[in-house]
T-cell receptor, first 115, second 118 residues
Framework: AQSVTQLDSHVSVSEGTPVLLRCNYSSSYSPSLFWYVQHPNKGLQLLLK??????LVKGINGFEAEFKKSETSFHLTKPSAHMSDAAEYFCVVRPFSGGYNKLIFGAGTRLAVHP | DTEVTQTPKHLVMGMTNKKSLKCEQH?????MYWYKQKAKKPPELMFV???????INESVPSRFSPECPNSSLLNLHLHALQPEDSALYLC?????????????????FGDGTRLSIL
């Protein structure tokens, strides 16, 4: 069965310090992986995607993620947090299954950024 | 600004009302989706349309009725909703391959309609 586990429900960092949001996945085949961000009262915005090309993926707003097949992980990082990064982050797997594009969402990680 | 536009942004309705949610995209995407999102939870898939045909209904109650009039529009008709249906309703779209085969393209989400049932 396919699944996604976000290892932290809440992460709190100080402005200017690094951000690490952890995600592990379970998939029978090589999946497509995504990170989305959701600010309050907004929809989900795509931060970055991994689709079997480079294992280090760069996204918008300075975020990046590294696909590690041996660890089945896809952790999201940013060198320096900004106040505007405070939001809910979802790690998402699109299993290889053919047919329609069904996503499996992690439970989400709420990132708080303190001055 | 998102490329998927949803209207209205907020909707309050009674349990006997009939209302509709609207979603529009002009990215040429041929797959469109409805999700329901409760507070502090990830989105839950409700319906998938592929090439204007309903391909997936995730066992959604019949008081929710989707409609896809054309490749750019997706509606969700609401009737006799219950208080537990109060949630954020998100629309999304994505590219699909012509043969409906495997697609690794991401879904693009609108900002949602915040629905409150009195």
């Amino acid at each position: 069965a396919q699944s996604v586990t976000q290892l932290d429900s809440h992460v709190s960092v100080s402005e200017g310090t690094p951000v690490l949001l952890r995600c592990n996945y379970s998939s029978s085949y090589s999946p497509s992986l995504f990170w989305y961000v959701q600010h309050p009262n907004k929809g989900l915005q795509l931060l970055l995607k991994y689709t079997s090309a480079a294992t280090l993926v760069k996204g918008i707003n300075g975020f990046e993620a590294e696909f590690k097949k041996s660890e089945t992980s896809f952790h999201l990082t940013k060198p320096s947090a900004h106040m505007s990064d405070a939001a809910e982050y979802f790690c998402v797997v699109r299993p290889f299954s053919g047919g329609y594009n069904k996503l499996i969402f992690g439970a989400g990680t709420r990132l708080a950024v303190h001055p | 600004d998102t490329e998927v536009t949803q209207t209205p942004k907020h909707l309050v309705m009674g349990m006997t009302n009939k209302k509709s949610l609207k979603c529009e995209q002009h990215m040429g995407h041929r797959a469109m989706y409805w999700y329901k999102q409760k507070a502090k939870k990830p989105p839950e898939l409700m319906f998938v349309y592929s090439y204007e045909k309903l391909s997936i209904n995730e066992s959604v109650p019949s008081r929710f009725s989707p409609e896809c009039p054309n490749s750019s529009l997706l509606n969700l008709h609401l009737h006799a909703l219950q208080p537990e249906d109060s949630a954020l309703y998100l629309c999304a779209s994505s590219q699909e391959t012509p043969d409906r085969g495997y697609s690794n393209q991401p879904q693009h989400f609108g900002d949602g309609t915040r629905l409150s049932i009195l």
